[in-house]
């Protein structure tokens, strides 16, 4: 692999009113490397990325391709220093040809101009081994090789830096490979290619480098080879596995007793992999894992979010059938989405009407619920939950992080269910706003209700949770509980377990 450095990043800063987003971050990449960019949500890596793209301004640090600084005024100015991004999302025309989406935009290029881009377009990809016909419809194609398409047209515009931001999330194992073929003969060109992926397996899989961010500062730039996938859990996570024996072990809570209130055995959807689950009885237990290993498409398939795809569900030993939110809410199932402002409150409605409006679905549209009585259900979980608001009829939109979540979990407690789906209950909201909702999470279990619990604090599952099912890349790589329940067991399983 050849050393000389194409781009160098030095002392980036970035910030937005009251949060620091990026501190003194550094960042090198190489001719003919490609440099895994690694951190937990919130690390950073997409403030650095928008700002090496022109998507912000820096407010601090400097860049340099090649040697030469340059400043970034725009995504067409990146462009045309030699920077080009694919995204997770395709941001392509699935209605127009291949050879159409690699020329969009390009009216000056000599190719448009004599009208042979069809042609252009088929000389790149049989060069990068592209399976795709220039006058195929790109609709037509699977995600891989519209991620190739994405590709070929970067390649083609002389991109010297590629970023590829999450590209093999919505990719089977076979089109995995195929982008990474084709990344590999980039690499051997001479491109230098930033990997943004949260699947560790494929970072050590395809990568050179490696730089971790956490908590928008850098933690370090090592080489892959040199850089076992314990460390990079826990440099990822913040915590060293000797400060980690320290913890102690965390206090079993017992269930073991009660009957299995949810069962499910190969449960799958378009978003998870199969997986078998269960849940008894007043037990707290949750998914853990890293950003991206599938904990959240796990319980979405659970409360059927996403579109089930196949495997048999029992509720109290009775086989069900959940392939709809309203059947889980029918058999007394709750859920508290990951994104609160996306699938949680609706912001211009008040707090009363979000609080109520998992029971009024469920009673229908037939039967509303009248004024006084969501006066008084309101007021009661305001009470309860000590959610600070001007009135009832304040818009949820325009209460703290915290006080929205408190406004959703009434929703759901207000439904009285068996079993409460939490995930992510606690980012983004403040110290003391997170103890109540984990003393809540165990008075609930006091009272017979199952909790999931999801969360990106390892320490805060552990409070909280008496088993843990372990997640990597999709699948379930390990279970614990009892004295396996410890931080320093999570990160070896996460980074060693097998499916």
């Known amino acids: 692999m050849q050393e000389e450095c194409l781009l160098t990043m030095r002392q980036i800063d970035k910030r937005f009113p009251g949060v620091v987003a990026l501190n003194g971050v550094d960042f090198t990449l190489r001719k003919g490397e490609i440099h895994a960019l690694m951190g937990e949500n919130g690390a950073g890596k997409s403030t650095l990325i928008k700002v090496l793209t022109g998507v912000y301004q820096m407010d601090g640090g400097e860049i340099r391709v090649e040697g030469k600084p340059i400043f970034i005024k725009s995504p067409q100015d990146a462009q045309n220093h030699g920077i080009s991004t694919v995204y997770q999302e395709i941001t392509l025309c699935p209605n127009l040809t291949v050879a159409e989406n690699m020329f969009i935009g390009r009216e000056d290029s000599v190719w448009v101009r004599r009208g042979k881009y069809e042609k252009r377009a088929e000389e790149i990809l049989m060069d990068l081994g592209v399976p795709a016909r220039s006058t195929q419809q790109l609709g037509d194609c699977s995600l891989a090789v519209q991620q190739m398409v994405a590709i070929a047209r970067a390649v083609d515009m002389k991109c010297k830096v590629l970023i590829l931001d999450e590209p093999t999330s919505s990719l089977d194992d076979k089109e995995v490979q195929m982008l990474f073929s084709l990344m590999k003969d980039l690499k051997s060109q001479g491109v230098g290619i930033i990997f943004v992926t949260h699947f560790l397996e494929q970072v050590y899989e395809v990568s050179d480098r490696i730089t971790v961010l956490r908590n928008g500062e850098l933690v370090g730039e090592y080489l892959t080879e040199e850089l076992p996938q314990v460390q990079l859990v826990s440099k990822m996570i913040g915590k060293e596995l000797e400060e980690l024996s320290n913890l102690g072990e965390t206090e079993e809570k017992n269930s073991e007793e009660q009957e299995v209130f949810y069962e499910a ?235």
């Not at 796990?298 to 509720?315: C, E, H, Y």
């Not at 609930?444 to 619990?453: D, H, N, P, R």
């Open 265 to 499: 055995e190969g449960l799958s959807s378009s978003a998870a992999r199969p997986f078998d689950f269960s849940i008894r009885k007043g037990e707290v237990n949750g998914f853990t894992g890293l950003l991206g290993s599938g904990r959240s498409e796990s319980v979405r398939a659970i409360f059927g979010a996403d579109k089930v795809n196949g495997g048999t569900v029992k509720i109290k030993g009775q086989e069900v059938k959940i392939t709809r939110p309203i059947d889980a809410m029918k058999n007394g199932i709750g859920y508290l989405a990951e994104d609160r402002k996306r699938d949680g409150i609706i912001a211009d409605l008040s707090v009363r009407e979000n609080i109520i409006l998992a029971m009024q679905v469920m009673n229908g549209m037939f039967k509303p619920i009248s004024r006084s009585e969501s006066e008084a259900f309101a007021d009661e979980y305001i009470k309860v939950l000590n959610i600070k608001t001007a009135s009832r009829e304040t818009p949820v939109g325009s209460l703290s992080g915290g006080n929205q979540q408190k406004v959703i979990l009434a929703r759901w407690l207000l439904t009285h269910p068996d079993y409460l789906i939490l995930d992510e209950p606690t980012r983004g909201i403040d110290v003391g706003t997170k103890l109540e909702i984990q003393k809540l999470v165990l008075k609930l279990a006091e009272e017979g209700v199952s909790v999931t619990f999801i969360s990106s604090e390892v320490e805060e599952m552990l409070r909280t949770c008496s088993r843990l099912i372990v997640m990597r890349d999709r699948y379930i790589v390990g279970e614990l509980k009892g004295s396996d329940l410890n931080q320093t067991q999570v990160m070896k399983t996460i980074a060693g377990g097998e499916a």
